[in-house]
């Protein structure tokens, strides 16, 4: 990056911190200075800090926790118009694009990145001096700091693969600002030991008022156990997921109405574990992005799920009535009954909303600007799947489908899923992987997780047509049948087409950084 374009960055973020208004999550008050070598004097000073770091965080994933952990996956489809959607849904991104601009663009990432730098090196200093006789709260933040880090760059590793690698704070103009993109290997080490530091260092407070909305123990052992998935480290993610069941203390809800308290009372929750907190007051009028996303009462929104995937969870029946709780919990089940008609209609997804009179009715759906929804980042579901995916391929298929059945119950939906349901000649290793993330697919509906479980299954990083089966086999299909859609197969007339698993850079950051200079994804330019 340019070096000024770059400090642009990181003073921005020392801004952000600087005119933060009173964050009801932290409890503290705004700093009047933003010079990070005369700030860290006190708890409050340290309190600040955090909030700025977390503030930034929604700035990273007020619409990108849902534009690149969902939208190009097979739970989506067009709602209202515009052209971004269709680019992201046919699979026709490039790297200089007004409409999808801020969606592969990763300025804000980076800032978010360079305001736990700070943290990172001047924490240890109040922690030595005890400064304010704080030393157990600084360890706690340094903590947080390295988690997420580690969440920021796990986020970049999955959408643009390779990452330059900034892990100093920025303060002065002579400091080197342009840096190579590092390997994978590198990203990847990088990320763990971010996650070992944390866990040497953060808390487990598990009763705080609003401390499900800062990330414990418990929240870094489950982006330990996503980080294993990731790169199919069954063993190591067992051992993760394990740690995070008995730090969390988390405990499965036992109706369908629990299952939605997660989403509109999460702070209540024995099943939430990390959620993005989001209040339009503090934020200035500006609400996180579900409602644009999903389901807004002040425009049409972009995005709808695909009415097969409605269908597939209506399917879910006894004595022909659906009893998945996630199919009237989050859709207007008496408005919309029939695939036919939800399939002519922009019907809104009421996942994260409350009713306007009885379940299974009208939600409230709040204006763009007034979105306060609180996305889960990790749950107790998320975490328990992933361990049934390990446990799949370790050889357990019992303990495995113990959990998807668990799952089920939980929501009203009783059709248990036995090793016998495997076909005869059917890899049962593959065959019950397959059960499973169609299970996540159902259960994490507009949650940001379902690109990602499609990228990760099966040969990653690799972008011959050996690569991605489980993205081919659901998305090339859906792709086919979309007027000027690219599939992910490189024999389909598109060169390179399997790159674009991938999301391309920005040009904008090659024009700031020549050290990126030829070191684009391909098939995007630069």
Same mark, same amino acid.
């Given at each position: 990056?340019?070096?000024?374009?770059?400090?642009?960055?990181?003073?921005?973020?020392?801004?952000?911190?600087?005119?933060?208004?009173?964050?009801?999550?932290?409890?503290?008050? #705004?700093?009047?200075?933003?010079?990070?070598?005369?700030?860290?004097?006190?708890?409050?000073?340290?309190?600040?800090?955090?909030?700025?770091?977390?503030?930034? @965080?929604?700035?990273?994933?007020?619409?990108?926790?849902?534009?690149?952990?969902?939208?190009?996956?097979?739970?989506? *489809?067009?709602?209202?118009?515009?052209?971004?959607?269709?680019? @992201?849904?046919?699979?026709?991104?490039?790297?200089?694009?007004?409409?999808?601009?801020?969606?592969?663009?990763?300025?804000?990432?980076?800032? +978010?990145?360079?305001? $736990?730098?700070?943290?990172?090196?001047?924490?240890?200093?109040?922690?030595?001096?005890?400064?304010?006789?704080?030393?157990?709260?600084?360890?706690?933040?340094?903590?947080? $700091? /390295?988690?997420?880090?580690?969440?920021?760059?796990?986020?970049?590793?999955?959408?643009? =693969?390779?990452?330059?690698?900034?892990?100093?704070?920025?303060?002065?103009?002579?400091?080197?600002?342009?840096?190579? %993109?590092?390997?994978?290997?590198?990203?990847?080490?990088?990320?763990?030991?971010?996650?070992?530091?944390?866990?040497?260092?953060?808390?487990?407070?598990?009763?705080?008022?609003?401390?499900?909305?800062?990330?414990?123990?418990?929240?870094?052992?489950?982006?330990?156990?996503?980080?294993?998935?990731?790169?199919?480290?069954?063993?190591?993610?067992?051992?993760?997921?394990?740690?995070?069941?008995?730090?969390? !203390?988390?405990?499965?809800?036992?109706?369908?109405?629990?299952?939605?308290?997660?989403?509109?009372?999460?702070?209540?929750?024995?099943?939430?574990?990390?959620?993005?907190?989001?209040?339009?007051?503090? %934020?200035?009028? *500006?609400?996180?992005?579900?409602?644009?996303?999903?389901?807004?009462?002040?425009?049409?929104?972009?995005?709808?799920?695909? #009415?097969?995937?409605?269908?597939?969870?209506?399917?879910?029946?006894?004595?022909?009535?659906?009893?998945?709780?996630?199919?009237?919990?989050?859709?207007? *089940?008496?408005?919309?009954?029939?695939?036919?008609?939800?399939?002519?209609?922009?019907?809104?997804?009421?996942?994260?909303?409350?009713?306007?009179?009885?379940?299974?009715?009208?939600?409230?759906?709040?204006?763009?600007?007034?979105?306060?929804?609180?996305?889960?980042? /990790?749950?107790?579901?998320?975490?328990?799947?992933? &361990?049934?995916?390990?446990?799949?391929?370790?050889?357990?298929?019992?303990?495995?489908?113990?959990?998807?059945?668990?799952?089920?119950?939980?929501?009203?939906?009783?059709?248990?899923?036995?090793?016998?349901?495997?076909?005869? =000649?059917?890899?049962?290793?593959? /065959?019950?992987? &397959?059960?499973?993330?169609?299970? %996540?697919?159902?259960?994490?509906?507009?949650?940001? !997780? &379902?690109?990602?479980?499609?990228?990760?299954?099966?040969?990653?990083?690799?972008?011959?047509?050996?690569?991605? +089966?489980?993205?081919?086999?659901?998305?090339?299909?859906?792709?086919?049948?979309?007027?000027?859609?690219?599939?992910?197969?490189?024999?389909?007339?598109?060169?390179?087409?399997?790159?674009?698993?991938?999301?391309?850079?920005?040009?904008?950051?090659?024009?700031?950084?020549?050290?990126?200079?030829?070191?684009?994804?391909? #098939?995007?330019?630069?």
């Amino acid at each position: 990056m340019k070096r000024s374009n770059f400090l642009t960055i990181v003073f921005t973020g020392l801004l952000l911190v600087s005119s933060l208004q009173c964050n009801k999550m932290l409890d503290e008050s #705004p700093v009047s200075t933003a010079d990070p070598k005369n700030f860290w004097k006190d708890q409050n000073d340290a309190k600040s800090w955090m909030a700025g770091i977390y503030n930034q @965080l929604q700035n990273v994933l007020r619409t990108n926790w849902f534009d690149w952990g969902e939208v190009r996956s097979d739970n989506m *489809t067009v709602a209202g118009t515009g052209n971004a959607q269709t680019k @992201l849904l046919n699979n026709a991104l490039t790297a200089n694009d007004s409409d999808i601009n801020g969606i592969t663009r990763w300025t804000d990432l980076y800032t +978010a990145i360079s305001l $736990c730098n700070f943290g990172i090196k001047y924490f240890p200093e109040m922690i030595t001096e005890n400064r304010d006789q704080g030393q157990a709260l600084y360890k706690d933040y340094l903590g947080q $700091c /390295y988690a997420l880090r580690g969440l920021l760059y796990f986020y970049g590793l999955r959408v643009w =693969g390779k990452m330059p690698m900034l892990l100093e704070p920025v303060e002065d103009l002579n400091q080197e600002v342009q840096f190579p %993109r590092s390997e994978i290997a590198v990203v990847k080490k990088q990320i763990q030991d971010d996650i070992e530091a944390a866990l040497g260092l953060i808390g487990n407070d598990l009763t705080s008022r609003g401390i499900k909305y800062r990330i414990q123990k418990a929240g870094v052992y489950a982006l330990q156990t996503d980080v294993h998935m990731w790169f199919q480290e069954y063993d190591q993610a067992l051992v993760a997921s394990q740690n995070c069941i008995t730090t969390s !203390k988390c405990t499965w809800v036992s109706t369908p109405m629990q299952w939605k308290d997660m989403f509109v009372n999460p702070e209540a929750s024995t099943e939430t574990i990390f959620n993005l907190y989001w209040n339009d007051v503090e %934020r200035g009028n *500006t609400g996180v992005g579900v409602c644009q996303k999903l389901g807004s009462g002040s425009n049409t929104h972009q995005y709808k799920v695909r #009415p097969e995937l409605w269908q597939e969870l209506k399917n879910h029946t006894e004595n022909n009535v659906t009893t998945d709780g996630r199919f009237y919990l989050c859709w207007d *089940t008496v408005t919309y009954n029939l695939q036919s008609d939800y399939a002519a209609n922009v019907v809104q997804f009421g996942k994260f909303a409350v009713w306007e009179a009885l379940p299974g009715g009208d939600f409230i759906f709040e204006g763009n600007n007034q979105c306060n929804a609180k996305i889960p980042i /990790y749950r107790y579901a998320d975490v328990m799947l992933l &361990r049934a995916e390990a446990l799949t391929h370790k050889g357990r298929f019992s303990e495995a489908l113990e959990i998807v059945n668990k799952v089920r119950q939980r929501v009203g939906y009783m059709e248990k899923a036995e090793e016998t349901d495997v076909p005869p =000649g059917e890899d049962k290793t593959k /065959y019950i992987e &397959r059960l499973i993330l169609k299970e %996540r697919q159902f259960e994490f509906i507009g949650e940001g !997780k &379902r690109w990602f479980d499609l990228c990760r299954i099966d040969k990653m990083y690799d972008f011959s047509n050996n690569g991605y +089966a489980y993205l081919r086999e659901m998305m090339n299909p859906i792709l086919a049948a979309r007027e000027g859609a690219t599939q992910f197969d490189n024999n389909a007339g598109t060169p390179n087409a399997m790159g674009r698993v991938l999301y391309p850079i920005n040009s904008d950051a090659f024009n700031a950084n020549r050290k990126l200079v030829g070191d684009q994804n391909p #098939p995007y330019d630069e």
